[in-house]
């Protein structure tokens, strides 16, 4: 009893305490065959899915083993969920996590997307396993950019096969030398040519990776937030998990912080923000991590209860 109240006590802290969730210490965990993850990397996003004791990935796609255009990680990925998408680049491992996975449109040139809301509830995050925090680190995506828009096999969004998240974005197959931009038409050949930012506001504290400070990004793939990964793996969770998060959900939305240049999407058509789009969110940010932190603080408690019963 003592012990589990500890142990509860410990998860308030570490939930409470940035968005660090790391819950599997003590146990052996054994990579899935086929990954490019280590280990550690592994059990840190283990302990980032929140899973239990039977929570596994299996791998399905890796660009070096299976291919590297747009067209090879559909084949392998079809329309396997959740799924976690993890781009390595130099020291830098991160992705995000998608519960619905990809969603393809009927049309092979057209292009789908659908928001994490109201067209398909589902969740939706970036995370970094190493090289941009101390430890394993989950970044919640505001809801109302809790979006991802997918290419057909031919086509194109913003000039890229993916986008998700409209202003914390993570988007591939992207030909850096255009850019990313709604009048963008055009893909690279290589799913591995990606961009990603992050606004610096939208982030956990100890971020100690690269960005462009006069604009105030996180680059988690480092250069001019256009890079080419070394490796994009996608891995499946073999249990469902396919919960939109709580904290996000309901966190409040903040009012007229700043409504001439956040993006907002509708329901009406995709929007994607161009990688130059420029913004300073700090009120909202301040906003949705107090929502962030009660909502941790709810899912801790009611882990805690779970524990003491
Ligand atoms: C992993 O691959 C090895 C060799 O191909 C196989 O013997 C083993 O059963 C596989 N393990 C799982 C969990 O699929
Ligand atoms: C793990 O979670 C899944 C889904 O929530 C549940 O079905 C399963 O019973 C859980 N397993 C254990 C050992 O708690
Ligand atoms: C990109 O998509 C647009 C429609 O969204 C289409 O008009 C254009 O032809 C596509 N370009 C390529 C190269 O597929
Ligand atoms: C920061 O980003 C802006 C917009 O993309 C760009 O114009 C600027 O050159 C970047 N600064 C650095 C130091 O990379």
Redesign the pocket.
């Known amino acids: 009893m003592l012990v589990r109240a500890v142990a509860g006590l410990l998860i308030v802290l570490c939930v409470v305490e940035g968005q660090q969730v790391h819950l599997r210490g003590l146990q052996e965990v054994t990579p899935p065959n086929g990954t490019s993850l280590s280990a550690s990397e592994y059990e840190g996003l283990l302990g980032l899915l929140g899973g239990n004791d039977t929570t596994e990935l299996t791998s399905l796609y890796r660009t070096s083993v299976h291919g590297t255009t747009y067209g090879d990680l559909l084949d392998r990925v079809g329309d396997a969920k959740p799924i976690v998408l993890v781009i390595r680049k130099d020291k830098y491992v991160f992705g995000v996590f998608i519960s619905k996975g990809l969603l393809l449109p009927d049309d092979r ?3 789908n997307f659908y928001d994490c809301q109201n067209t398909y509830p589902c969740d939706l995050w970036h995370f970094s396993l190493a090289g941009h925090f101390p430890k394993p680190t989950k970044i919640e995506i505001r809801p109302v950019i809790k979006r991802v828009e997918v290419a057909g096999r ?4 913003s000039g890229a096969n993916f986008i998700i998240g409209t202003y914390q974005l993570l988007a591939c197959g992207v030909v850096a030398e255009s850019g990313l931009g709604p009048r963008n ?3 690279a050949a290589d799913i591995r040519s990606c961009a990603q930012r992050i606004p610096m506001s939208l982030l956990p504290e100890g971020y100690t990776g690269e960005k462009n400070s006069s604009w105030g990004y996180a680059l988690f793939g480092g250069g001019s937030g256009y890079f080419t990964a070394d490796e994009i793996e996608v891995l499946q969770v073999r249990e469902s998990i396919d919960q939109p998060s709580p904290p996000m959900t309901t966190a409040p939305e903040p009012v007229d912080s700043t409504p001439t240049i956040t993006p907002q999407p509708t329901t009406t058509g995709p929007i994607s923000a161009p990688l130059t789009t420029t913004s300073d969110p700090a009120e909202s940010a301040a906003v949705c991590q107090g929502g962030l932190r009660w909502g941790g603080m709810v899912v801790a408690m009611l882990i805690c209860t779970g524990g003491l019963l």
């Open positions: 040139t057209g292009s031919e086509g194109n969004v038409k055009r893909t």
